[in-house]
């Protein structure tokens, strides 16, 4: 079901990849439409559904042209709970009290699959809308933006890690199975297994 939940977009696209052993986010991925970045995949998902899009990247990182906000991680290599509060934080500003948090390492990411997670965010009013398929993935949430606050206060007490901000505030977990939505590339075999068969 559809719904009218203003949402904003938030990609983290700045993670040091070390299992992939490079920049996930300029990653050429063979895309149903041909071969595009990671990074433009997740942003043309995501903008179907979301506005304003914030990409969080990292210092000094090479992006190519996107329809979004590009926001510059002020430290490098420290995790994803201090993109995520920059995130919430863009978007807050914004105007905005929702935001879809993801990992640009989604290539097959769907809007239903974010749909999905809006319903209950408006319904239950809780801080967070986690998708659960056996295991939380919490770059695949939605979050209200007011909880930068709350992550600038974990961070300030040497909090690295998104269980930790999940753990702290009212989180709701939305049973589903498992799905090609929710896979995360994390190396050259995993991309290989996303890629769609060409036609022709």
Known sequence: MTTTLPLAAVVLAGGASRRMGRDKATLVFDGPDGPTTMVERVVSIVTARCAPVFVIAAPGQALPDLPAQIVRDEVRGVGPLLATGRGLREAAEAGLEHAFVCAVDMPELTTDLIETL???????????????????????????????????ELVAAGERSMRALVDSVDTQRIVMPEQRALTNVNTAADLELEAPPRLG
């Open 118 to 152: 809006t319903g209950p965010a408006e319904r239950l009013g809780a801080d967070v809308v986690l998708p659960w398929d056996g295991r939380d993935h919490y770059l695949a949430g939605i979050y209200r933006t007011a909880l930068f606050t709350t992550v600038a």
